[in-house]
């Protein structure tokens, strides 16, 4: 069980009212201290997100880009080659969310270095809560690209006499692929955050250099595959059989 953060301490000193209210909205008992770390976090990330782009939008130019320009720059040419990859000439529609999630569990990961706060995603909660959107998101636009009926058919594969039991493997195989994303992604940063934390508390000096560099290749790892991932799925609901 963490400790409340600084910042959770503050929003439940001062905000314990809008709190209540949302887990009211939500159906959940709210407590005198509602806010907890991981939504906190999620919002700061959140809060982050937007300052960037309050920056950056004012300042892009065609002509002379600035340094943050040419940053979210390379992070878009980057989605946008693996969308097309992966996704092939539908890739554009996409963009965006693949974007978004990339951009959201990077942050959300890497914030846990900085001393006084820690990765929302080593909640089960957030990791499963992009998950769930991931998963509700393809299969929207595979409905609305094939249709409903199509869309259903194509779980049954191939060989008519075999549908049956294509259409159960597959609804399974569907159903698992948002606990494989959620656990992947917490697991990772769960054992990353813990084993951070434990050479930290060994040693001041070399050590955590290291592991704070290993955190950091594995939080651009994980944000890189459950963005992958998401393509792919995307990808297989609005490819078009030949």
Known sequence: MHEELWLTRL???????????????????????????????????VAIIIVIFAILKPKLSHDKPGKLQQVFELVYEFVHTQADDM????????????????IFILLCNLIGIIPGFLS????????????????????????????????????????????????????????????????RLFANMYAGEQVTLVFLSLTYFIAPVLFMGLHIFVSLLQAYIFM???????????????
């Open 87 to 102: 996704v092939g000439h539908d890739a554009h529609h996409h963009t965006t969310l693949f974007g978004t999630f990339f």
């Open 120 to 183: 929302p995603t080593q909640f089960v909660y957030v990791p499963a809560g992009c998950a769930i959107i991931a998963f509700l998101y393809y299969n929207y636009v595979g409905f609305k690209k094939n249709g409903p009926v199509k869309y259903i058919a194509h779980f049954g594969g191939p060989i008519w006499w075999m549908s049956p039991l294509m259409f159960v493997i597959e609804i399974i195989s569907h159903l698992a692929r948002p606990l494989s994303l959620t656990i």
């Open 228 to 242: 992958l991932l998401t393509m792919m799925y995307v990808g297989g609901a609005v490819a078009e059989e030949h």
């Open 11 to 45: 929003f439940n000193d001062y905000l314990a009212a809008p709190g209540k209210l949302l887990l009211s909205l939500f159906g959940q008992q709210a407590t005198d201290r509602p806010w907890a770390n991981f939504i906190v976090m999620q919002l700061l990330v």
